[in-house]
Nanobody, 114 residues
Framework: QVHVVESGGGAVQPGESLRLSCTASGRIFSGYHMAWYRQAPGKEREMVARITSAFRTDYADSVRGRFIIRRDNAKRTMYLQMNNLKPEDTAIYYC????????WGQGTQVTVSS
């Protein structure tokens, strides 16, 4: 069993920054991929950024240049540095871990509003 826990969400004003963290625990070893997804009210869940076990990264067009994804394998933790936040970034952010199966965290709320 693999457990995934996100943290770091909150309420900020446009232009501010937040950093999200996602930690995986349990029976997980090397070779797992990680990603951030988000779901805004009334919208489908969408991929925000992902990082493979080989540290290859990919971003949604809407966040490229503003968000940075990275991971620390020793801590089994992934981070999402979110800069220049916009109201349209408001959503619940979910961590996804793929290791033989796909595991999701419970999500963390990010609200961007003036």
């Amino acid at each position: 069993q693999v457990h995934v826990v996100e943290s770091g969400g909150g309420a900020v004003q446009p232009g501010e920054s937040l950093r999200l963290s996602c930690t995986a625990s349990g029976r997980i070893f090397s070779g797992y991929h990680m990603a951030w997804y988000r779901q805004a009210p009334g919208k489908e869940r969408e991929m925000v950024a992902r990082i493979t076990s080989a540290f290859r990264t990919d971003y949604a067009d809407s966040v490229r240049g503003r968000f940075i994804i990275r991971r620390d394998n020793a801590k089994r933790t992934m981070y999402l540095q979110m800069n220049n936040l916009k109201p349209e970034d408001t959503a619940i952010y979910y961590c996804r871990v793929h290791f033989q199966e796909t595991y999701w965290g419970q999500g963390t709320q990010v609200t961007v509003s003036s």
